[in-house]
């Protein structure tokens, strides 16, 4: 059956450590999308992606970084430059990415610094 | 700069009574609203939507309200049960922006 999968579910991170967070959908979507969630900040966009090899700044880009080398898949990367990286992840896609479509998210990964 | 606020951080409320949950937006060009539960640790399901065109959208329990001259939208969940207690954010699709969410508690 269709959904998104992320994985890990917990992940830490050490110091000056990059990490990746995967991100899997089966939906046939076209678009995807990355948030973090803070205590008391709802979502907030770090980076999306409409199609294939494109991907577009959120308004929390800067320490992160995406690719999209397939349409099933958009790994975000928390790199050392991100100076407050613990938050849960929370991974979305939509069909092609316009508004007024539903978002559909994956379970998200708590990212935990060391 | 916040043009989705939910001023409410949580609610707490009686099983078998109303709920009712706010949200207001800065943007009067936004024309496509929805709501979204999040339990913890888990990521947002999509509750209910609205379009601009409509002042109001009901499913089952859950009534969604537009009032667009004052840029405020409430979703009302009636009668509540205890199954209903999670974190509910506002959002604006399109713009992907979310409300810092509401947490609700019905209580039994």
């Known amino acids: 059956d269709g959904g998104i999968t992320q994985s890990p579910k917990y992940l830490f991170r050490k110091e000056g450590q990059n990490v990746t967070l995967s991100c899997e959908q089966n939906?046939?979507?076209?678009?995807m999308y990355w948030y973090r969630q803070d205590p008391g900040q709802g979502l907030r966009l770090i980076y999306y992606?409409?199609?294939?090899?494109?991907?577009q700044k959120g308004d929390i880009a800067e320490g992160y970084s995406v690719s999209r080398e397939k349409k099933e898949s958009f790994p975000l990367t928390v790199t050392s430059a991100q100076k407050n990286p613990t938050a849960f992840y929370l991974c979305?896609?939509?069909?092609?990415?316009?508004?007024?479509?539903?978002?559909?998210f994956g379970p998200g990964t708590r990212l935990l610094v060391l | 700069d916040q043009q989705v606020k939910q001023n409410s951080p949580s609610l707490s409320v009686q099983e078998g009574r109303i709920s009712i949950l706010n949200c207001d937006y800065t943007?009067?060009?936004?024309?496509?609203f929805l709501w979204y539960k999040k339990y913890p640790a888990e990521g947002p399901t999509f509750l209910i939507s609205?379009?601009?065109?409509?002042d109001k959208n009901e499913d089952g329990r859950f009534t969604v309200f537009l009032n667009k001259s004052a840029k405020h939208l409430s979703l009302h969940i009636v009668p509540s049960q205890p199954g209903d207690s999670a974190v509910y954010f506002c959002?604006?699709?399109?713009?992907?922006?979310f409300g810092a969410g509401t947490r609700l508690t019905v209580k039994p």
């Open positions: 959002a604006v699709l399109g713009d992907m922006r």
């Open positions: 979305a896609s939509s069909i092609v990415g316009t508004s007024g479509e539903t978002q559909y």
């Open positions: 939906l046939n979507h076209d678009a």
């Open positions: 609205i379009s601009s065109i409509k």
């Open positions: 943007n009067s060009m936004f024309d496509y």
């Open positions: 992606s409409q199609i294939v090899n494109d991907f």
